[in-house]
């Protein structure tokens, strides 16, 4: 398999946000400080995480993981390693990369990403002293496994809450990177959001790719095309839960002069899309960072987390991000969603995971 560059910043062109694409490392793992991962005979704590697709520089999920590790190593004074994703990976390859962040003795051992399951249930095995997380999925389960998970669809709610105020033309999109399971609930808690709302709204909903194809989070250029065809068909606010991909989606909302709503980290503060900024009304905030963090905290502290550790809205696991001005100056949309906030934590809502 070829070796793919990391993304530093997404391009501001859609050619360059075609290129950056592609930005996923290799196979080997590389330090996030200037000091390299230690070896299994150090006794330096370390810990270490392995990117999904798209890898760091993402401006979303992965990213947010990455600001996980950078606290801890700041915070913690622990040393850290990083490993990136590689072009149409198998599962051995994934193998591969966790056994050799556990052999070096990182610990934890975190997989950013559903897609990791399968090989950290086979890593884990080996190296029972370690401890290994894996983002978003509860699939895989065993003594040294901590399954961090969030309930995305709660915050994707507040997203159809807010598009469904914000939107002059009653039409809204969702585009989704890939559609597997997890995706389906930011659908689900979008569309619910939106129709509760206003029940006569109309939500455009697609798919960018189908598994085992996962190029869908990671290609802008699928993103920008996605979204095209749905500000074509009247949609005025678009909510894209892509990865890197849905940059392309944020790219042709703001050039067409309409709302974008980001998703996993606040995408409005993200320095590779200042571009685009003033037209992102929000995002879908996942706490991946604090997961991240707690989890390396957890076996420092020698109390490692395993199990279930799930986020949600009542731990502001997963938020409505308020950085624009101007969405906080639509005291509207923000009284919506903070009162349907209020009430899906005291259970007077339940938020569907599937549409």
């Not at 697609?206 to 095209?228: E, H, I, R, V």
């Not at 606040?266 to 900024?277: E, W």
């Amino acid at each position: 398999m070829r070796r793919i560059t990391r993304i530093a910043t997404v391009g501001i062109a859609s050619a360059a946000l075609a290129l950056s694409a592609t930005a996923c490392g290799g196979k080997k793992s590389s330090d996030a400080s200037s000091s390299s991962s230690s070896s299994s005979e150090s006794k330096s704590a370390s810990a270490a995480i392995a990117y999904d697709v798209g890898g760091r520089g993402d401006q979303s999920f992965n990213d947010a993981a990455y600001a996980g590790l950078e606290k801890a190593a700041k915070d913690l004074k622990v040393k850290t390693a990083e490993a990136e994703p590689t072009e149409g990976e198998s599962e051995a390859d994934k193998v591969q990369r966790l056994t050799e962040l556990a052999r070096k003795g990182n610990n934890p051992v975190i997989g950013v990403g559903f897609s990791y399951a399968p090989a950290i249930e086979k890593v884990a095995k080996k190296f029972p002293n370690t401890t290994f997380g894996i983002i978003d999925d509860t699939s895989k389960t065993g003594s040294n496994i901590a399954n961090l998970v969030f309930n995305e669809e709660q915050g994707s709610y507040l997203a159809g809450v807010a598009a469904a105020k914000a939107s002059k033309t009653g039409t809204v999109g969702f585009i989704g990177g890939v559609e597997v399971p997890l995706i389906k609930k930011f659908q689900a808690g979008f569309e619910q959001g939106v129709k509760d709302t206003n029940p006569n709204a109309k939500v455009l909903s697609a798919y960018l790719t189908q598994p085992p194809d996962f190029s869908g989070f990671a290609k802008p250029d699928l993103g920008k095309a996605a979204a095209k065809g749905q500000l074509d068909g009247g949609a005025d606010v678009i909510y894209a839960a892509a990865g890197l991909a849905g940059s392309g989606a944020i790219e042709a909302a703001s050039s067409a002069g309409k709302w974008a709503i980001g998703v996993d980290s606040d995408q409005y503060n993200q320095p590779g899309l200042a571009k685009y900024k003033d037209h992102i009304l929000t995002s879908v905030t996942k706490d991946v960072s604090l997961a991240v963090f707690d989890l390396i905290k957890s076996v420092k502290d020698g109390k490692p987390e395993s199990g279930e550790v799930r986020y949600g809205l009542d731990k502001n696991g997963v938020a409505l991000a308020d950085s624009n001005p101007q969405y906080k100056a639509m005291s509207d949309v923000t009284a919506a969603v903070e009162k349907a906030k209020a009430d899906i934590i005291a259970k007077k809502i339940t938020v569907k995971t599937a549409p």
